[in-house]
């Protein structure tokens, strides 16, 4: 081996990442010496190991761990493809699925939708076409057609979904209860004395919104209360979808003493008329929403809201991926875990008494 002295500096490294190739040029033998060399291949010599390890330290030389782990066959690479990252609910269930991952020695690439299954699309062969070692995802808003989940199966990447998730007998998902959590919710206002209840309702081709419209409509069975049909608004679950369902609700004759939102923007939208209108809140109108978002402790009055265990699921998701990843090809029976909602109650919602004990 011929040796001379290096012209890369240490220093030079910390503006430019060290290479193999610049490690094989220093030391005058080739990339595939300094790659058996680094991972300790029997067929290099002590001698050769020790120079390339001792420069590879002098020049803080980092190994591209994508790129090994594309050569190996294998990756570390965690895809997670969800509707948009912004507000609480996405964002703590990435940091979930982030930690559990970066314990376990996984890094991920994040992916947004932002509500378009065309972009959706795009993702998944995004993070195919980066040989990911699994996929994480919640289904965007416009998502009817799910074919595109077929190539991921086919070439048997391990697939979860979350939250929003393809129904079916071979989807391994982790879900909310949200059933529970919207009956929760409903039955709270009822027991607040609310007797006409509304309920602004999400595209119920998702899951999670036809789910929590049956919690509301179990909750008003429950108390003998037959549905009203002119209380029951679809609303696309946005700040300014909020605003004209609550402006439709209090045009009618009867309108409603209380309102269960399938989402908190669009309950936040609704309190901003209210308001607007003079409508006191609690004491007119009783309002409580699902999600949990942080917006919730801003508003005043704070609003009643259903948490969805963001994290938790986060983690839950990754642990179903290891499951799946262990099974490596194996039989495998589909699993659903399924998260027990919470509902805090806070001032929008409770009349006369003063909350205590809750968030």
Known sequence: MAGRRPSVKPSDAAHSPVSMADLARELGVSMT???????????????????????????NYQPN??????????????????????????????????????????????????????????????????????????????????????????????????????????????????QDGAYQATRHLLEQGCRRVAHLA????????????????DALQNQGIAPDESLIIDCDMTLEGGQASMKQLLALPNPPDGVFSAGDWAVLGALQVLKSRGVRVPQDVALAGFSNEALTMVAEPHLTSVDQ???????????????????????????????????????????????????
């Open 33 to 59: 010496t300094i790659s058996r060399a680094l991972s300790d291949h029997h067929s290099i010599g002590p001698a050769t190991k020790q120079a390339v390890l001792k420069l590879a330290k002098k020049l």
């Open 65 to 178: 761990r994508m790129a090994s782990a594309l050569r190996k066959g294998t990756s570390t690479l965690l895809g997670v493809i969800v509707p948009y990252i912004e507000g609480r609910f996405f964002a703590s269930v990435v940091h979930g699925i982030e930690t559990a991952a970066s314990k376990a020695g996984y890094s991920i690439i994040i992916c947004q939708s932002n509500e378009d299954v065309a972009q959706e699309r795009k993702n998944l062969e995004t993070l195919l076409s980066a040989q990911v070692a699994g996929i994480l995802v919640s289904v965007s808003r416009t998502t009817l057609d799910f074919r595109h989940f077929d190539k991921v199966r086919k070439r048997g990447v391990p697939l979860v979904f979350f939250d929003r998730i393809l129904e079916g007998d071979s989807v391994n998902a982790v879900v909310l209860n949200d």
């Open 202 to 217: 999400g595209p119920q081709h998702l899951n999670i919104y036809r789910n929590r419209r049956q919690g509301y409509l």
């Open 309 to 359: 265990r963001c994290e938790e699921m986060g983690q839950a998701a990754f642990r179903l991926f290891t499951d799946l990843a262990a099974a490596d090809g194996t039989a495998f029976s589909q699993r659903q875990v399924v998260l027990q909602p919470q509902l805090f109650v806070r001032e929008s919602s409770q009349r006369g008494a003063e909350v205590a004990g809750n968030k």
